[in-house]
Structures are given as C-alpha cells and as structure tokens.
C-alpha cells in the first residue's frame, strides 16, 4: 500500500508481490471463519501500489492471510530439493 507514495518511500521502489504470494493469500483468507467476503477492490489496494483506503476489519483479514500464506510458502521452498552447485574441482580419471 502507497508503494508510490514519493514523501514515504523514497528510498524503496515498488515491488509488485510474487503471483504465488497472491494466489495463495487469498486461498488462505477462503479458507478463513466465514468463507471469502472480502471485496475485489480491497484487494487490488492491499496487493497495489495505489493508496486506496481500506476498512480495518478488511486489512487485517488480508494481512493474517498473507502471513499465513507467506508462512507456507516458506516452509514448502525449504523442503524443495534444490540442485546442488557446481564445484570448480573435476574428477578426471589418470
């Protein structure tokens, strides 16, 4: 939110959130008490750059849904087997 804002950050640009994030974020506030209620227009403010308002009970309900989703996502990318790197040293047989 007020990611372009030119008197609070200027020392950070904007970086739109990964669609991962995104996708899961709002799968996580469905899974909430009460299924998904929040509006489409709280939530192209809370993943934009724009300042819009956004009612309390709104951003604090897309904000636990993010941490959760964040959360996840952390703990699902540390399980994933990554390559390992190449090393500078060959075996090269005599």
Do not use: K
Request: charged content about 20%; some cysteine; proline content about 12%.
């Amino acid at each position: 939110m007020c990611g372009s804002s030119a008197i609070d950050n200027i020392y950070r640009p904007y970086v739109p959130p990964a669609q991962e994030v995104v996708a899961r974020t709002r799968e996580a506030e469905a899974q909430m008490d009460g299924g998904a209620w929040v509006p489409e227009s709280s939530w192209q403010a809370f993943f934009s750059e724009g300042c819009a308002p956004i009612p309390p009970e709104h951003f604090m309900r897309m904000f636990a849904a993010r941490q959760a989703a964040v959360s996840y996502l952390a703990v699902h990318a540390a399980t994933r087997v990554r390559p390992r790197p190449p090393t500078p040293f060959r075996c090269v047989v005599d």
